[in-house]
């Protein structure tokens, strides 16, 4: 993609005398279609000097451009002028001679910005493999309408033409540069060193200039000779030949200076060092481990306790303690390593347990840098604080400043234990940086990723022997960071690291890349500061476990202010989308979101909405929802209709219809107490969806093919005391339990191995029904742990810039389709899923960190949410934080955000049950039962006005039910006033009371009955 100044290089290029001019090009601006066609998802085009105007009125739209012959050869570029509102992808398709059809085999996508200004597209087509031959016809589909884009969205192309190969200048980039597959070389050892170029441009370019500036421990033998050419759309490989000298620690800097572009540099950190046992190290003892240092030159050891005691484990070195990368009176670029000096006690830090380490080194022309590094390890928790400062003597001008990077221990593959750089990467045994299996899309390599796409400040990776990692306050000026496991495909080598650095990645483009464009400049005797806490622990400390330790070490961010006053007040606000944005007059029904779909329907959780409007809200919305109730009066439509008939319908028969859905579920259920992709396909109907099967194996287990089924089943036998759903629910405990990821939840549209925080809400639920079945406290403590295994997607800083961030979710980490990633995407409807179930579990009394992160996806959902009149009280269905704005394709339903906002004020999010000598009684409120003989006594507390009902199981057979001193009557259908029915074969019986908020019942002449409702499934 072009930026907005590269119309005029276009402009330039064609002006070359018989170059372009004999490739076609059409301008609408003539005020003619050119040939072109659009189908029936683009409105009828108009055409004025701007050129062709029309709207997306379907979901996939395009236009089809007349009979070209053009030699592929000649023509490498489309160039596309176009002007669109939204944000999205889009394609060129083309044919050939030998294949004359449009078919998804030809096409190469392009990306579209959001904003409605105009932007020049300029799509490499040899990119694509079938770019040969003669080319005999163009197709363009302007944006990708996936899922939904507002009906209507506007579309303006100016032209299209094919441009030739040197229609681009040249356009070099590095590519590679590799300095040794490990950081740590033996002395006297030679090897290469390799930087690979290519030219992205269709011009040829020279490379002049190539400089490798080696620290003083390093020998050059011998490097390339210069110039060197490089072809349009070539590569070239250049290599120096270098000799260790003696023991030291070090940056290879290469410098690079292509004709006609900018300079390139990279830098990789190198230690020469005997392979002998290291020289007597200073132990600064933590909680977790130990720093030994300065071990071998320069060296800091992570090491934890091991077997036989009195024995370590080194799982990582921290070969040097800084590098600050500067520029000398030239102005190129320099390297200073500060190698580790011993410590000695900071006697500014005020007691005895803080370390300081001190190194002075003068650049290459003469000014004194020095590298302040002090550790102090916290007295309860298994970290040690770490704060850098550097500082020069004079004016000094800033590439970038490498705080201490940790290398973990080059370890067998069946030793490592996995990984989690929060919002970017979570690694499971030796699954290593960057897979695919999660990601094939521009962003699949986020070796030094954008700031913003980082979201709890935590990285760590574990192997047999330990764990290690940093956990840091981002402040006001968050640092960047450096992660991979291995880093082979960045650096070539098979290291795993992990570090902070400054200046912050804040542009997409120049992620990855070693360098920025921004530099810092310091005054004399300025401090640039690094600060981070050093996890070492045990490897059985798990990701999630160091996510709430981060939490419990800086604590939470307060929520976001809200928008509107008061959590009354934002529900209030929340039901606009259902009283009037979302509601269709004519169809007595909602529709599911704004777009060019419509599906309609009385949805279960927006009827559940509009109940809990009426019960918290005062007048005149309180009648709103009311009236609205009663038009909609009926069993609910669609998905998560199990909250309403606990107020308004049948609990019977709501139960009755979920016996099939439930049953399938059970006859779907696997020895081990699983489900896979397979299953969750077929339970949902989705099975001869062939292109889903491209997200995982059919036969794949993870926890988001499962947890929701579980959930289901225990929270039915919770209530009902069906022994075959309990049984099953319980084993799916246990299998969840062999799951350290939550994934796959979310393969509709994500590959099964994206970790996913609904998956992780999924297991919450399931877990959480496991203790409100059985009242055993496993169960809750294996709910928080799934809670905690939440943490990675949720932004706990922000950049005060950015509403909404704060507590915003991502989805995944991985992408849609392998396609379009999701890092630094906040969906907030999952993170409101999530907070959902975390209600479960403080309702069972397991309230902190959880109530304000609860607090914190609400407020961030609250003012996440459209003010606009058209998609009033609406969610985007993303936000994106690196290039801002909302850029959604879908304007979600807020129904989790209703709902969580009436358990903020005091609703249940789920049924609570009482047991008598077991008869159960539930009820959405407090719930207390007794059982004299066959008398049952049963006591009930609402937090909301209007009718509940309750549901008894374990009963055939009633005399007679008291309201107090008030005989309930029976009665057929539980519509108005109180009333009860029984359903004797299933041993069930439901009590409907109209108005009660506290009330006791007394049911005498109870008979016993076992409730077995379902057939027990798989063993």
């Keep these: 993609m072009c930026s907005r100044g590269s119309l005029a290089l276009v402009l330039l290029c064609l002006a070359v005398p018989g170059r372009a001019d004999t490739l076609p090009a059409w301008d609408f601006g003539t005020g003619s279609p050119q040939g072109w066609q659009p189908n029936a998802s683009l409105r009828q085009p108009s055409f004025s000097a701007a050129g062709l105007e029309s709207a997306l009125v379907g979901t996939d739209p395009w236009l089809v451009g007349p009979s070209i012959a053009v030699d592929a050869a000649a023509a490498r570029y489309v160039h596309v002028r176009l002007r669109i509102g939204h944000h999205g992808g889009g394609s060129i398709y083309f044919s050939t001679n030998a294949s004359p059809d449009f078919s998804q085999a030809r096409h190469v996508r392009f990306r579209v910005r ?42 303006a192309i100016a032209g299209i033409r094919l441009l030739p190969p040197d229609a681009v200048p040249a356009a070099v980039r590095l590519t590679a540069f590799h300095a040794g597959e490990t950081w740590r070389v033996l002395p006297g050892a030679t090897w290469k060193v390799r930087a690979e170029l290519a030219n992205r441009g269709g011009q040829s370019a020279t490379l002049r200039a190539a400089l490798l500036r080696l620290p003083d421990n390093l020998r050059l033998v011998h490097g390339p000779q210069l110039p060197i050419s490089l072809a349009a759309d070539g590569t070239v490989s250049i290599e120096w030949q270098i000799a260790a000298v003696r023991p030291g620690v070090g940056q290879i800097l290469a410098l690079l200076a292509p004709d006609g572009a900018p300079p390139l540099a990279a830098a990789r950190l190198l230690a020469v060092a005997d392979d002998g046992a290291a020289p007597a190290a200073v132990p ?55 190698p580790f000096a011993p410590p000695r006690a900071a006697a500014d830090a005020g007691n005895a347990a803080a370390w300081l380490v001190r190194r002075e080194r003068r650049d290459g022309d003469g000014r004194l840098w020095t590298a302040e590094l002090t550790l102090k390890p916290h007295p309860s928790l298994p970290l040690t604080a770490a704060r850098l400062d550097v500082f020069c003597e004079a004016a000094a001008v800033v590439h970038r400043l490498d705080g201490p990077e940790i290398l973990m221990a080059d370890v067998p593959e069946a030793e490592r234990q996995g990984g989690l750089f929060a919002g970017l990467e979570w690694l499971e045994g030796a699954e290593a940086s960057w897979n695919p299996a999660a990601d094939r899309s521009d962003l699949r390599i986020r070796h030094r990723p954008h700031r913003n796409r980082i979201t709890i400040p935590v990285m760590t990776l574990a192997q047999s022997g330990g764990r290690a990692g940093w956990l840091w306050q981002p402040g006001a000026a968050p640092p960047g960071a450096v992660f991979g496991a291995p880093t082979r495909e960045v650096t070539g080598r098979r290291d795993a690291v992990m570090g902070l650095f400054l200046p912050a990645v804040r542009s997409p483009a120049e992620e990855n890349a070693d360098f920025g464009s921004e530099t810092l400049s310091l005054a004399p005797g300025q401090r640039l500061t690094i600060g981070a806490d050093l996890l070492l622990a045990p490897a059985s400390f798990g990701a999630g476990e160091v996510c709430r330790l981060w939490v419990t070490r800086f604590g939470l961010p307060a929520p976001t202010s809200l928008p509107r006053g008061t959590w009354r007040d934002e529900l209030a606000f929340t039901m606009t989308a259902f009283l009037d944005i979302l509601w269709v007059e004519e169809e007595n029904a909602w529709v599911n979101g704004l777009g060019p779909s419509r599906n309609m329907g009385r949805f279960g959780p927006f009827l559940t909405s509009v109940l809990l409007g009426a019960r918290y809200l005062p007048d005149p919305i309180e009648s709103a929802c009311t009236g609205l109730l009663a038009r909609t009066a009926g069993e ?137 079945l059985t009242g055993d406290a496993k169960y809750l403590r294996q709910a928080e742990s799934w809670a905690e295994r939440g943490l990675p997607f949720l932004y706990l800083w922000s950049d005060p810039a950015i509403a909404g961030m704060r507590y915003g979710s991502i989805p995944v980490l991985g992408a849609t389709w392998y396609t379009g990633a999701w890092y630094g995407r906040p969906v907030q409807w999952c993170g409101l899923n999530y907070a959902g179930a975390l209600a479960g579990l403080i309702e069972a009394g397991v309230s902190e960190p959880w109530t304000t992160i609860r607090d914190g996806l609400l407020a961030s959902g609250c003012v996440q949410q459209l003010t606009e009149p058209a998609n009033r009280a609406l969610i985007p269905d993303a936000i994106d934080l690196v290039q801002g704005g909302l850029g959604a394709d879908y304007w979600v339903p807020p129904y989790t955000l209703a709902m969580g906002l009436a358990h903020r004020l005091g609703a249940r999010s789920a049924p609570s049950t009482a047991t008598a000598s077991g008869i159960r009684v539930s009820g959405v409120g407090e719930v207390t039962a007794g059982l004299r003989g066959e008398v049952l006594n049963i006591t009930v507390r609402f937090t909301e006005s209007g009718a509940h009902h309750l549901l008894v199981a374990g009963i055939g057979q ?54 077995r409702l379902l057939p027990r499934g798989a063993e």
């Design 958 to 1011: 009633v005399g007679g039910i008291r309201l107090g001193d008030r005989e309930v009557l029976p009665a057929e259908r539980l519509v108005d006033g109180d009333g009860w029915c029984l359903a004797a074969a299933q041993g069930l019986l439901e009590i409907r009371l109209a108005r009660a908020q506290e009330a006791s019942l007394t049911v005498t002449g109870v008979g016993r009955r076992e409730v």
């Design 284 to 338: 600064i003892p933590g909680r977790g481990g130990r720093l030994a240092l300065p071990g071998e030159p320069g060296f800091a050891h992570l090491q934890v306790p091991s077997d036989p005691p009195g024995t370590w484990t080194t799982v990582g070195t921290i070969p040097a303690m800084a590098t600050v990368f500067t520029a000398d009176a030239t102005g190129s670029m320099e390297a200073v390593t500060f």
């Design 114 to 155: 959001p904003g409605g200004d105009w932007q020049d597209l300029l799509v490499d087509m040899r990119s694509h493999p079938a770019w040969v031959g003669t080319v005999t016809r163009l197709r363009l589909d302007p944006i990708d309408v996936w899922p939904n884009i507002p009906a209507g969205q506007p579309v």
């Design 636 to 772: 609910p439509d669609g998905f998560r209709g199990t909250e309403l008939p606990w107020f308004e319908g049948s609990l019977l028969s709501a139960y009755g219809r979920r016996l099939g859905s439930l049953q399938r579920i059970l006859d779907r259920q696997h020895p081990n107490g699983g489900w896979n992709f397979g299953d969750w396909l077929h339970l949902r109907n989705r099975e001869n969806e062939p292109k889903l099967l491209d997200l995982g194996a059919p036969d794949r287990f993870e926890v988001g093919f499962g947890a929701g089924f579980a959930a289901q089943l225990l929270s039915f036998a919770q209530v009902t005391g069906d022994p075959a759903a309990g049984d099953a629910g319980l084993r799916a405990l246990e299998w969840l339990d062999t799951f350290a990821v939550p994934r796959a939840a979310q393969c509709w549209e994500v590959p099964a191995h994206a970790p996913d925080i609904v998956a992780a809400a999924d297991a919450i639920r399931a877990c959480a029904a496991g203790y409100r």
